[in-house]
């Protein structure tokens, strides 16, 4: 809970609001950082600049292994051949 209270209040709104505004958009706190961490992991993949384990910890996962789960749910791929596609 205390994760969602101090986002939302970098954002200058209560949680119950954050949530609100969230629901009357028909998503959820957890998708929409969902998609955010998908959308940075691409960006840092395709930019070879850091690891795939490096990657993992920017997008907020503690463990490569939970990352790379998340990478092939969202992509159908794992990491390693995301980047060796590019």
Same mark, same amino acid.
């Given at each position: 809970m205390? =994760?969602?209270?101090n ?11 954050? =949530?609100r505004?969230?629901? &009357?958009?028909?998503v959820?706190f957890e998708?929409v950082l ?8 691409? %960006?840092y993949?395709?930019?070879k600049?850091?690891s795939?384990?490096?990657t993992? %910890?920017?997008?907020?996962? #503690?463990? *490569?292994? &939970?990352?790379?789960?998340a990478?092939k749910r969202?992509?159908? #791929?794992? *990491?390693?051949? &995301?980047?060796?596609k590019?």
């Amino acid at each position: 809970m205390t =994760f969602h209270v101090n986002r939302a209040s970098k954002l200058g709104l209560s949680r119950q609001t954050l =949530f609100r505004k969230l629901k &009357a958009e028909g998503v959820t706190f957890e998708l929409v950082l969902d998609e955010l961490r998908q959308q940075l992991a691409l %960006y840092y993949l395709n930019g070879k600049k850091v690891s795939i384990n490096q990657t993992a %910890y920017l997008v907020g996962f #503690s463990e *490569p292994a &939970a990352f790379s789960r998340a990478f092939k749910r969202w992509t159908g #791929s794992s *990491p390693r051949m &995301a980047r060796l596609k590019r």
